[in-house]
C-alpha cells in the first residue's frame, strides 16, 4: 500500500512540475523569440513550437537529475559500461534492476532528438544531434560526481543513445511523408538524406539489442535468485574455522498452499488467543483481523503459504520475564496454535534490541509424499511493551530437487561480482552457514550461505578504523545454488 502511495505522490509531483514547467517555459520561449526575434530568420509556426518543447523539456531535465533526488547523499562512480546488464543476465532481474533506469534514460532523451531538427535546421544532421546529447548528459553526470552524488557511464550512454533514437524516430517519419506524392520535395531538404536515415534505423537497433540480450541470454537459476544489494564489503576474509561443516548436495522445496480449512481453523486460533470477535479484512494476500474496541490490527495471516502474525495483549512486566518464565508463556501460546507438547523451545536474548527476551519453537515433521510440515514460531517479548508478539514463519513444503551448491567463497566472489557497498569497509567473518529461504519470485525454498560478522573495519578515507563503542554488525545472505 504504501508503495502504490508512493508512486502515486511521484505521479502527482511530476505532473505539477510539468505544469511548472510549460508555463515557465513559454515564459522563457517568449524572451528567446523577442530577443531574437531581429538576429536570426523568420522561424515557422511549426519550429517556435519545437523550439518551446526544448526549453520546456531543459526545465524538467533540470529538475529531474538535480533537483528531484536532491536528498539523496553518498559519491559512488561507475565506469563500467554495462553492468547492469551482465548482473540482470548472470545474477537474475533483481541483481540488475538499474536495466530499468537504463531504459528510462533513454527515453527521457528522445523528446530532445526529435524536435532539435524541427526546431533547428542544423540538426537535421545526425551528428549534431549526437554532439548535444552527449554533451548535456556528460555535463549532468559531472555535476552530480562534484555535488557528491552518483555518476553512471550507463546514464551517459543511454542519455545519447536516446537524442540518436529521437532523431531516428523523427527522420523516419520524414522518410514517410516524403513518399506521399504530395510531400516529394521534403526530401530535397536534407542533405545526404539516406546517410541520415541509415543512421536513425541503426541507433534504433542498437538501442534495442541490450534489452534484446538480458532476453535471449539469461542464465538465471529456475529457482530464482536473491537480492545482493551492494551491502557486500570491498575485502571480505572468510577464514576455514568460522565456516560450519555442510553437504555439498541440498534440497531445494516448494511451499505447498494450504486449503481453505486450515486457513479457517487458523484464523478462528488467533481469535480466541485474543478473545476478540472474529473481523478479518482482505489486503494483498493478508487477512487482517480488526479489533473495533482498539481500533487496529492485532494479527494477519497470509493466506498463500499459511504464516501469521498476532500481538496478545498482557499487563506490561515491571522487569524482563526470566528464561524459564518466558519458556513458561510460550508453551501455553504455542498450545492454544495447537502445537501439541511444544518442548524443543529455545530462549534467547537480543543483543541488538535492548531488553528483549525471545522462545524460538522450530520443528519439522516429516509427512507423507516427500512432504515437511515446517514450525518457525517465534515468541517474543520487549520491556514496556503490553503485548506479546508471536510470528509464524513456518510453512508445508515439497522437495522438488536436489542441487550442488557453491562454496562460501564461490558465493562472496558472485556477490562482490555484482558490487560492493559504497562505504568501503572490510569484513572478518566469524560465522559462516547453509541455510534456506523463500524466493517469493518463484515460490521455492532454495539453499543460501549466510555470514555474519562483527570484526568490521572502515576503509573509508586514509586511516582505516573501527569504532569500539558502536561496533557494526555486518549480516548477509547470498544464494548458495550452483546454477552458473
Request: proline share 5%.
Amino acid at each position: 500500500m504504501n508503495v502504490v502511495m508512493n508512486m502515486i505522490q511521484d505521479i502527482l509531483v511530476a505532473f505539477r512540475m510539468l505544469i511548472v514547467a510549460a508555463v515557465v517555459a513559454m515564459i522563457v520561449e517568449l524572451i528567446i523569440f523577442r530577443a531574437l526575434k531581429n538576429k536570426r530568420e523568420p522561424l515557422r509556426p511549426i519550429q517556435i513550437f519545437a523550439e518551446y518543447i526544448v526549453v520546456g523539456w531543459a526545465l524538467m531535465f533540470l529538475y529531474v537529475t538535480q533537483l528531484s533526488f536532491s536528498r539523496m547523499t553518498g559519491l559512488s562512480v561507475n565506469l563500467v559500461p554495462f553492468q547492469e546488464f551482465y548482473n540482470w543476465i548472470y545474477y537474475g532481474s533483481q541483481n540488475g534492476s538499474g536495466v530499468t533506469q537504463f531504459f528510462l534514460n533513454i527515453v527521457m532523451f528522445i523528446p530532445l532528438g526529435f524536435v532539435l531538427p524541427i526546431a533547428y535546421p542544423r540538426f537535421k544532421n545526425i551528428n549534431n544531434v549526437f554532439k548535444v546529447s552527449f554533451m548535456a548528459s556528460l555535463g549532468t553526470e559531472i555535476v552530480q560526481f562534484i555535488t557528491g552524488r552518483s555518476a553512471d557511464i550507463d546514464d551517459l550512454i543511454a542519455n545519447t543513445m536516446g537524442g540518436i533514437v529521437g532523431y531516428g524516430i523523427y527522420i523516419i517519419i520524414i522518410a514517410i511523408i516524403a513518399l506521399v506524392p504530395k510531400f516529394k520535395g521534403v526530401k530535397s531538404d536534407f542533405p545526404r538524406f539516406n546517410y541520415q536515415l541509415a543512421s536513425g534505423v541503426v541507433a534504433i537497433v542498437i538501442a534495442i539489442i541490450p534489452f534484446l540480450t538480458i532476453q535471449l541470454f539469461n542464465k538465471t537459476s529456475p529457482y530464482g535468485t536473491l537480492y545482493y544489494g551492494h551491502s557486500i564489503p570491498e575485502v571480505v576474509l572468510l577464514p576455514q574455522h568460522s565456516i560450519e561443516a555442510y553437504e555439498e548436495f541440498q534440497n531445494v522445496y516448494s511451499i505447498i498452499q494450504p486449503t481453505s480449512a486450515e486457513i479457517e481453523l487458523k484464523k478462528q486460533q488467533l481469535v480466541d488467543i485474543l478473545g476478540i470477535q472474529q473481523n478479518y479484512q482482505t489486503h494483498n494476500h493478508y487477512y487482517l483481523l480488526f479489533d473495533e474496541d482498539a481500533g487496529n490490527y492485532p494479527a494477519d495471516i497470509n493466506f498463500r503459504d499459511g504464516t501469521y502474525m498476532v500481538m496478545c495483549p498482557i499487563t506490561p512486566f515491571e522487569e524482563l520475564p526470566s528464561d524459564e518464565e518466558m519458556q513458561t508463556i510460550a508453551m501455553t501460546y504455542l498450545e492454544q496454535l495447537g502445537i501439541e507438547n511444544p518442548i524443543d523451545i529455545s530462549i534467547h536474548h537480543n543483543l541488538l534490541v535492548e531488553d528483549t527476551i525471545t522462545a524460538k519453537y522450530i520443528n519439522t515433521n516429516v509427512l507423507a509424499d516427500n512432504t515437511m510440515k515446517h514450525h518457525d514460531i517465534t515468541v517474543g517479548y520487549t520491556l514496556g511493551q503490553d503485548y506479546i508478539l508471536i510470528r509464524e514463519e513456518g510453512v508445508q513444503v515439497m522437495t522438488v530437487d536436489k542441487v550442488h551448491i557453491i562454496s562460501p567463497y564461490e558465493a562472496i566472489e558472485i556477490a562482490q561480482d555484482i558490487g560492493v557497498s559504497e562505504v568501503r569497509y572490510e569484513v572478518e567473518v566469524t560465522h559462516a552457514w547453509v541455510d534456506y529461504e523463500y524466493v517469493w519470485s518463484t515460490g521455492y525454498i532454495v539453499p543460501v550461505w549466510r555470514f555474519e560478522s562483527e570484526n568490521v573495519v572502515n576503509q573509508h578515507g586514509r586511516n582505516p578504523s573501527v569504532n569500539p563503542d558502536n561496533p557494526y554488525v555486518w549480516r548477509a545472505r547470498i544464494m548458495a545454488v550452483d546454477y552458473l
